[in-house]
């Protein structure tokens, strides 16, 4: 990997305002080496897209997962929650995720909608720092991982920690949620 991995704490510049606070609130001091919990690395903010970030750095896609924001409507009310996977799947929307979430009707929020909900730039959304009444659904293969790499909140830096870390720093709900 050509990265230089550092204390996500020590870098708030890199690092959009919610996801900061959160890390700092939560005395994250880390990544997933040297007893740590989230690291930050700078990267070229055009490459921020997982195909294009994983080409450049040598990050393996089965080492990136991506953070989608799901709409969730039910009887005109909708609930917003987070979904990370493995770049390597597809998350099943109309389906566990639709049941899960008891809605008639899931999709992905519009990019719009997921800037303003979040205070996070488009590409660089995680789930570390999001709405606190926002559920986190993280799929059972993210926790295999013990060493991952999401977004921070911009798209000119990445964050890396443990699947079962993530989980950890998020309150997430770990089910089976690709297709």
Excluded at 46 to 66: I, K
Excluded at 83 to 102: C, E, P
Excluded at 112 to 131: D, R, S
Excluded at 134 to 142: G, S
Aim: overall charge negative; some cysteine; aromatic content about 4%.
């Amino acid at each position: 990997m050509t990265l230089d991995w550092e204390p996500a704490a020590g870098r708030p510049d890199l690092l959009a305002d919610p996801v900061a606070e959160a890390i700092l609130k939560g005395g994250l001091t880390g990544g997933p080496e040297g007893g740590r919990k989230v690291d930050v690395a700078a990267i070229d903010p055009t490459l921020s897209d997982t195909a294009a970030f994983c080409e450049r750095y040598g990050v393996a896609p089965e080492d990136s997962a991506n953070c989608v924001i799901v709409a969730a409507k039910r009887g005109g009310e909708v609930r917003y929650a987070a979904v990370m996977v493995l770049a390597v799947h597809r998350a099943d929307v109309n389906g566990v995720i639709r049941r899960h979430l008891d809605a008639r009707k899931a999709s992905f929020a519009s990019q719009a909608e997921a800037v303003e909900l979040t205070g996070m730039e488009y590409g660089g959304i995680t789930p570390i720092g999001l709405p606190a009444d926002w559920p986190v659904l993280v799929d059972e293969n993210v926790t295999r991982r013990p060493f991952i790499v999401i977004g921070s909140g911009v798209r000119r830096s990445k964050l890396a920690l443990s699947g079962e870390a993530l989980v950890a720093v998020t309150g997430g709900q770990v089910l089976a949620l690709t297709v």
